[in-house]
């Protein structure tokens, strides 16, 4: 009977770690866009120092 505690909890762990990376996964791509506007930001921000 002990085994199958370490196996519920492990089993359990697992399920976890699983759901977490597929948040995660999930956030990709929106923090990618946020990205991608923010180096937008940065170097329209760097060509007007220079103009100036």
Known sequence: ??????????????????SLLGYLFDQVPP??????RAVRSLRALREEVKRK
């Open 1 to 18: 009977m002990e085994a199958a505690g370490w196996v519920t909890a492990a089993l359990a762990g697992i399920a976890g770690v699983v």
């Open 31 to 36: 923090l990618s866009q946020k990205a991608i």
